[in-house]
């Protein structure tokens, strides 16, 4: 998806250091010679900051000024760092550190633990906002949902500004934060908090840091041993350091200054957190010595892409906005950003998951292609119309499938089954096939033939489980004669490759997460007024971040860039919605900067109504009629807890039925039908076409390739499958 990933296809080391610097502009090449002293690098999204930073460190190793060892490039994301460290591999430089500030504390941390406390590190906690919720029960305070989620984001806040929780109620009023409650509550809920995991032993992701600060503040000998060892750090989106991280980087620096920083002030996203762009704005005066170099051309995306980001900013205000760079497009010109209304949110994602199989189509490859929204529970209604779609995707900051604990704990189980054999593990008595024998393994930590009720912790750990046993249900059809040793053997490789149990899609993500990334197709949805600005950004400082967070969005596209918006939620609401006032003066037919009605610009020409969809009815829960708001209820037809009228045979038919169609076509399974749709043919049993369409997630092209088949499941028939050709 990113510059990386496509010159990576065919690498070639540069011959030679100065080899490095081609492919580098003038800015650029000063950046990536600079090997001394204080370096900074201030602009915008696009002009090949990452790159110069990537360059510069290849080019130091290359003519051997800088050892690799005594280098820690430090980045946002692991992600990015794994990025980096590729792209470093490449130029010829590896074995030069790239990490995050998180990670390279905690590696330092272990490995210092033992000798400046003694023991093993605390364990890191798994679930903070259980902890902060037994907390607050302990305070007798109740918070719901949303208040403990907004007192924990609090909490972090108060840790990484290094607030103590007598402090917070002041430090609180003196940064002018919106809190979530009375302050002197969240203090003392923020005290409990430590306390509750000093008493079990466990530290957090804060502590990590806060930690490390500790250990080089106090013993000298440790911090000298570090200083040794790092002698160049390198900083990339240096306007999203926080107080916390930018300790500790003085730390790791001591009096030395071999420090080069790169960063967007227009790209700050994180204030929230603590972070500020003030460590990037005023380097100069921190280091009088530093070099400030700017750069001004805009590598990745086209001029109309860049007319729109270069608008964006105009609008903004604030320190940040002092510092805009105007960008200056390399690309030829391509085609004019799209704006999109439409009536609700699911038809925003079906409009979207129309114009994703268009491109597609066209020949942009999936994975050159995102969908990024504003916050993480709006990917819901989007995972569902490209799967109904046959879209490929994937989740971008969700963990790694095999890192999630649940499905290490089922790797060891089946490990432990594969060792003792089905002679000896009553487990497995039963289980004659392959299949079997996970799902009666993956049944004693909650797998079950059904998704449990409701979203939540439960039903993730079951998704989990059920990916398990369908990447069983594949292997074994693939290799028949397969048994459990074998498929441990797959398991281990797979996690060593990172290859979870899905194809490279089209990313879903947040804006936050897309930072710092790029693709050929980017589609920024839900740009409503109360999602973006979001309800909570109040203050005009709020407000700001949340028109840089769009900033960001719209300068991750290189070519194709899509702004949509739906007028009301649900199916049959009330269009009461208003576009983003982000985009007044800049979507056609708006007015600047006063807000103007959507339905006018509409009127006016330039904006597609993306809403091609026959007007339907509020959706109904058809067993207890009630209003239906959720995607997936919606998918249903009912209420997640009203009862189900479920053909368990039939539904059990559809499953094998689609995951021979998936074997065969090549597909993960959910891009035949979800698991929602399956469920619901499995309650209607639809007797005739017009039936069957009438499911959400069939559509016409999903009635055109499946219709028959599906329906003669319905009707009783068998699956065929190639295994099985008796049937
Ligand atoms: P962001 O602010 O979003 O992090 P950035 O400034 O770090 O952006 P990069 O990601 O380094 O920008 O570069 C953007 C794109 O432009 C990448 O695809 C990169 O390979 C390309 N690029 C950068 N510099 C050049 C150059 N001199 N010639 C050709 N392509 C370039
Ligand atoms: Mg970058």
Redesign the pocket.
């Known amino acids: 998806m990113?510059?990386a990933t496509h010159s990576s296809l065919f690498p070639q080391v540069p011959a030679s250091a100065d080899a490095v610097l081609d492919?580098?502009?003038p800015e650029?090449r000063e950046v990536a010679t600079a090997l001394s002293g204080p370096v900074c690098v201030l602009?915008?999204?696009?002009?090949?900051?990452?790159?110069?930073i990537t360059h510069r460190i290849a080019y130091g190793v290359r003519s051997g000024v800088l050892q690799p060892a005594s280098v820690l490039a430090v980045t946002f994301t692991n992600r990015a760092a794994g990025e980096m460290r590729g792209r470093l591999r490449q130029l010829g430089a590896g074995g030069v550190q790239a990490r995050t500030f998180h990670s390279a504390a905690l590696r330092q941390l272990q490995y210092f633990w033992p000798k400046a406390v003694g023991g093993e590190l605390p364990r890191l906690v798994e679930r903070k906002i259980q902890v902060v919720a037994e907390a607050a029960a302990r305070c007798r305070i109740r918070l719901d949902r949303n208040e403990l989620r907004d007192v924990t984001a609090e909490i972090e806040w108060a840790k990484v500004t290094q607030t103590v929780p007598e402090d917070y109620p002041a430090a609180a009023a003196k940064a002018g934060r919106e809190v979530p409650r009375d302050p002197a509550e969240t203090a003392r809920v923020y005290g409990m908090y430590e306390q509750l995991k000093r008493d079990r032993g466990v530290i957090d992701f804060e502590d990590v840091l806060l930690l490390t600060v500790g250990v080089l503040q106090d013993r000298h000998d440790i911090a000298e041993t570090v200083r040794r060892q790092y002698q160049h750090f390198v900083v990339d989106?240096y306007q999203d350091v926080s107080p916390l991280q930018q300790r500790l980087l003085e730390l790791w620096l001591g009096d030395r200054d071999s420090l080069c920083v790169v960063g967007?002030a227009s790209?700050t996203i994180y204030s929230f957190t603590g972070a500020t762009p003030d460590h990037l704005l005023n380097f100069r005066t921190r280091h009088p010595r530093a070099t400030v170099i700017r750069l001004v051309r805009d590598?990745?995306s086209t001029p109309q892409v860049v007319h729109l980001a270069n608008g964006l900013l105009t609008q903004a205000r604030g320190r940040a906005a002092e510092h805009r760079l105007e960008l200056i497009s390399q690309r030829p010109p391509g085609p004019e950003p799209r704006y999109a209304e439409f009536a609700d949110e699911p038809a925003e994602a079906e409009g979207t998951a129309r114009r994703i199989r268009e491109l597609l189509d066209s020949g942009v490859p999936a994975s050159e292609i995102a969908v990024l929204y504003r916050i993480n529970a709006q990917s819901e209604v989007y995972e569902q119309a490209l799967a109904d779609a046959g879209v490929p995707y994937q989740l971008r900051g969700a963990e790694r499938f095999f890192e999630r604990p649940e499905v290490r704990e089922a790797g060891l189980l089946l490990r432990g089954a594969a060792r003792a054999g089905s002679h000896t593990d009553p487990q497995l008595a039963d289980a004659d096939d392959l299949p079997s024998q996970v799902r009666a393994v993956l049944g004693t930590r909650g797998w079950t033939p059904e998704p449990p009720a409701g979203s939540g912790a439960v039903r993730d750990r079951w998704e989990s489980l059920a990916a398990l046993v369908r990447l069983a249900e594949d292997f074994a059809r693939a290799r028949p004669q397969a048994g459990l040793a074998d498929l441990v053997a797959e398991l281990d490789e797979r996690a060593s490759a990172q290859h979870a149990p899905t194809v490279e899609g089209v990313t879903l993500a947040s804006l936050h997460a897309a930072k710092?990334l790029?693709w050929d197709a980017v589609f920024l949805v839900g740009l409503t007024e109360g999602m973006l600005p979001i309800t909570y950004a109040k203050t005009d400082e709020q407000i700001e971040e949340e028109r840089r967070l769009l900033y960001v969005g719209v300068?991750r596209a290189r070519l194709h860039l899509t702004l949509s918006w739906a007028l009301s939620r649900t199916p049959g609401g009330r269009p009461s919605r208003r576009p983003s006032r982000f985009l007044n003066g800049l979507r056609p037919g708006s007015a600047a900067p006063r807000p103007g009605s959507a339905a006018a610009a509409a009127a006016q020409g330039g904006i597609e109504r993306g809403d091609r969809r026959r007007r339907r009815g509020p959706a109904r829960c058809r067993v207890c009629g009630r209003t239906l708001t959720d995607a997936g209820e919606i998918k249903l037809m009912r209420c997640e807890d009203c009862p189900s009228e479920l053909d368990e045979a039939l539904y059990e038919r559809l499953r094998d039925w689609r995951a021979e169609q998936a074997r065969q076509l090549g597909q993960p399974a959910f891009c035949i039908f979800t698991d929602k749709t399956l469920l619901a043919i499995a309650e209607a049993v639809p007797g005739t076409e017009a039936e069957l369409v009438c499911i959400s997630g069939v559509g016409g092209r999903k009635l055109d390739r499946f219709g028959a088949e599906v329906l003669a499941l319905c009707a009783g028939a068998e699956p065929t499958s190639q295994n099985s050709p008796e049937k």
Do not use: I, P, V
Not at 43 to 52: D, E, F, I
């Open positions: 990113t510059a492919g580098l502009d650029q602009a915008g999204a696009g002009t090949g900051k990452t790159r110069a989106e967007d790209q590598y990745r710092g790029e300068t």
